[in-house]
């Protein structure tokens, strides 16, 4: 079983026991994060409907921090003697995969006061 899950803009194919890198996430290394699934496929059952994948989790442990590689940025304009140097190094977050799991359903707040307000109106 495999799923595609996005962090930071990105999609990534993922399975359980994978490690990879995202986009800065906030939490210390060993804590648990969920990543929101777009696409779960399992053996031949593919599923990308959002109210299917509703129910899939995808959660990841979060290994360390670390930093990319160094970008170096130039400012130069022409017949005026200005040079600048700059630089840049992204944060990043190595997380790993600890498991997709299936069968939670989650629940809006909206459908959680519809159906308190069925249970009291059926009450009265």
Same mark, same amino acid.
């Given at each position: 079983?495999?799923? &595609?899950?996005?962090s930071g !803009?990105? +999609?990534?194919?993922?399975?359980?026991? =994978?490690?990879?890198?995202? =986009? #800065?996430?906030? !939490?210390?290394?060993?804590?648990?994060?969920?990543?929101?699934?777009?696409?779960?496929?399992?053996?031949?059952?593919?599923?990308?409907?959002? @109210?299917?994948?509703? #129910?899939?989790?995808?959660?990841? $442990?979060?290994? /360390? $921090?670390?930093?990319?590689?160094? &970008?170096? &940025?130039?400012?130069?304009?022409?017949? !005026?003697?200005?040079?600048?140097?700059?630089?840049?190094? +992204?944060?990043?977050? +190595?997380?790993?995969i600890t498991?997709? $799991?299936?069968?939670?359903? #989650?629940?809006?707040?909206?459908?959680?006061?519809?159906? @308190? /307000? +069925?249970?009291? @109106? $059926?009450?009265?």
């Open positions: 079983m495999y799923a &595609i899950v996005r !803009g990105r +999609q990534h194919k993922v399975a359980v026991g =994978d490690v990879l890198e995202v =986009d #800065r996430l906030n !939490g210390d290394p060993g804590s648990t994060v969920e990543l929101p699934a777009v696409l779960v496929v399992d053996d031949v059952k593919v599923t990308a409907e959002p @109210a299917k994948l509703a #129910r899939y989790r995808v959660t990841a $442990e979060i290994v /360390e $921090e670390t930093k990319g590689p160094k &970008i170096d &940025i130039l400012i130069y304009k022409s017949k !005026g003697g200005y040079r600048r140097r700059l630089g840049h190094r +992204q944060r990043h977050t +190595q997380v790993k498991g997709i $799991e299936t069968g939670r359903k #989650r629940t809006t707040k909206k459908a959680d006061d519809k159906a @308190a /307000e +069925q249970t009291s @109106a $059926e009450k009265s």
